[in-house]
């Protein structure tokens, strides 16, 4: 296996933030072109390439992750298999590159970054309904990983438990937003 | 909210961030494996809780790709990527510029193109109908040539015609000279005389005017009519007889203007219908003498033609040397018609004018 990919996946899985920057750097004139050579804008194949970093970031964050073919080839296939999805959405198809020329299994890859992006902007979603101050305990707490007292002092809370209900409160209310949408969704 | 839920809450947020110590882990995942309503519930907050997390990792990672996206130098993968239409900026422009200015320059030339075609249709046709005229004046010219070269085939197969009258009894005509133009051989024909060969003793091109003389012994009679020695007078009532065709034709008119062609002063220009075959013939006034001689018409302007007048002819006739003449020129000193009629004068003045058929072999 490549050896500047088997440093990059390791200094992605400590979330180093220069790898990630130098790989984006890397492979973003190979997905432009084909983007660009396939009916596509470059702020199409800058959506379309940014998905597939962020699913392969998040792919090596798993435990169970292995490498198995090279960073590039991982990133051609998965944004041209979104490209693909996208152009049929769009139905505006003029293909340079032929349907038939695969190069992974990566139908399975695509429906996981599609279901996982479902979830996210459903969250999303629910998160802006929560209202305030809920919405942002919840950021605070489980995304941005403040402390109880860091979040205490944020928002004047004199108690921590107060702020502990409140929060326990905010996540139920989450939990039931979360899960009518994404039913509804799914 | 129970302390239990809470509690259960904080265990499963332990859990997923991976903080659960060993033991307080197994009895949860016991719990979630032995009752299947608390592996749901639990499950959901976990399912929850692993979306909330990633949806936080992904903003951060779009934030870090977004930041590099814009530290991208414009300039370097334009560099290791060159590929038309890579950057619509850059690359699209030039090809656009092309692209437009080809299709400009079509369209402008298409325009250009089919108006020139027009033009050139137009210019095509107007030609065309000019050939068609010219065809159609060619085509008159023709049938009037073959309407001619018929009469002549009738009486005799003469190419050239015009009209001749005699000046003197014995055997002097005049007529135009451009109708004796280069001839060969020159018959003099009428009714009464029948066909008789003459020759040509003078021709004056400039005046317009020959002097013929008939070399076949003809019975000579007196002329009715005699040659006026001055000019006449604007619109003075004149008429003339000739053979455009085969028959002899009469026309009337007057004098319109006392010079002729180019103001020259040896020719009246006349208001009376001639027409090719007329030249040589005289013109006459109401009183039957000779004021003329028929010439030629122009062609721009209608009913305008030309005669020379009679003092030219005799000047003509008087300086031709009498050595050439063989014989005496004698004119005809009374005229015999003044008092008649016009039917009357034609018919006295009629056996006195030929048809000239020229030969040019």
Not at chain 1, 23 to 32: A, E, R, S
Not at chain 2, 320 to 336: E, G, H, Q
């Amino acid at each position: 296996m490549d050896y500047v990919d088997e440093l990059i996946v390791g200094q992605l899985r400590n979330k180093n933030e220069r790898a990630l920057s130098e790989l984006y750097k890397n492979h973003y004139p190979m997905v432009l072109k084909l983007v660009v050579e396939n009916s596509g804008t470059e702020d199409d194949a800058k959506d379309i390439y940014q998905e597939a970093v962020i699913a392969f970031y998040q792919r090596v964050q798993q435990a169970d992750f292995v490498l198995t073919c090279k960073i590039a080839t991982y990133l051609y296939a998965v944004s041209w298999r979104l490209w693909l999805k996208k152009l049929s959405g769009k139905k505006r198809f003029t293909l340079k590159v032929h349907e038939t020329e695969q190069f992974l299994q990566v139908e399975e890859e695509i429906t996981n970054i599609e279901d996982e992006n479902k979830r996210i902007a459903i969250m999303k979603t629910s998160l802006e309904g929560l209202g305030q101050p809920c919405s942002s305990i919840i950021r605070d707490f489980y995304m941005n990983a403040l402390t109880m007292e860091e979040i205490c002092a944020k928002f004047g809370y004199t108690n921590a438990d107060n702020a502990k209900n409140q929060k326990y409160k905010c996540l139920q209310r989450l939990k039931k937003l979360f899960f009518d949408a994404y039913k509804i969704v799914s | 909210m129970t302390n239990e839920e809470k509690n259960l809450l904080d265990t499963l947020h332990a859990y997923h961030a991976g903080t659960l110590p060993g033991e307080d882990r197994l009895v949860l995942e016991e719990s979630m494996r032995s009752d299947a309503n608390f592996r749901n519930e639990a499950n959901a907050y976990l399912s929850m809780l692993r979306t909330l997390q990633r949806t936080a990792e992904r903003e951060k990672v779009k934030g870090v790709l977004e930041k590099t996206h814009a530290e991208l130098p414009a300039h370097s993968f334009k560099k290791s990527f060159r590929l038309p239409g890579a950057n619509k900026n850059v690359k699209l422009w030039p090809a656009m510029a092309v692209a437009a200015s080809v299709i400009l320059m079509s369209i402008v030339g298409t325009f250009v193109m089919t108006q020139s075609v027009k033009d050139k249709q137009n210019a095509e046709f107007r030609e065309l109908r000019r050939r068609v005229e010219q065809i159609t004046k060619s085509q008159k010219a023709m049938m009037e040539d073959i309407a001619v070269v018929k009469e002549k085939e009738e009486i005799a197969s003469s190419i050239y015609a015009g009209t001749g009258f005699l000046v003197s009894a014995n055997g002097f005509l005049i007529t135009s000279s451009h109708v004796v133009r280069g001839a060969d051989s020159v018959f003099v024909e009428n009714k009464k005389f029948g066909m008789l060969k003459a020759e040509v003793v003078k021709s004056d091109a400039t005046n317009d005017i020959a002097l013929l003389r008939i070399i076949q012994p003809f019975a000579s009679t007196s002329l009715p009519f005699t040659i006026r020695k001055t000019e006449s007078d604007l619109g003075e009532q004149v008429f003339t007889l000739g053979f455009p065709r085969e028959e002899i034709v009469y026309g009337e008119g007057t004098i319109s203007a006392s010079t002729g062609y180019k103001q020259n002063s040896s020719s009246y220009q006349i208001a009376v219908p001639v027409n090719p075959g007329n030249s040589g013939g005289p013109l006459l006034n109401q009183q039957g003498e000779v004021i003329g001689m028929i010439s030629g018409v122009e062609t721009e302007t209608i009913a305008a033609a030309f005669a020379v007048k009679s003092p030219v002819i005799l000047e003509a006739i008087n300086s031709v040397p009498a050595d050439s003449l063989r014989k005496p020129l004698l004119m005809s000193t009374s005229n015999k018609l003044r008092s008649l009629s016009r039917v009357q004068q034609i018919k006295k003045i009629q056996d006195y004018i030929f048809v000239v058929k020229v030969y040019n072999h």
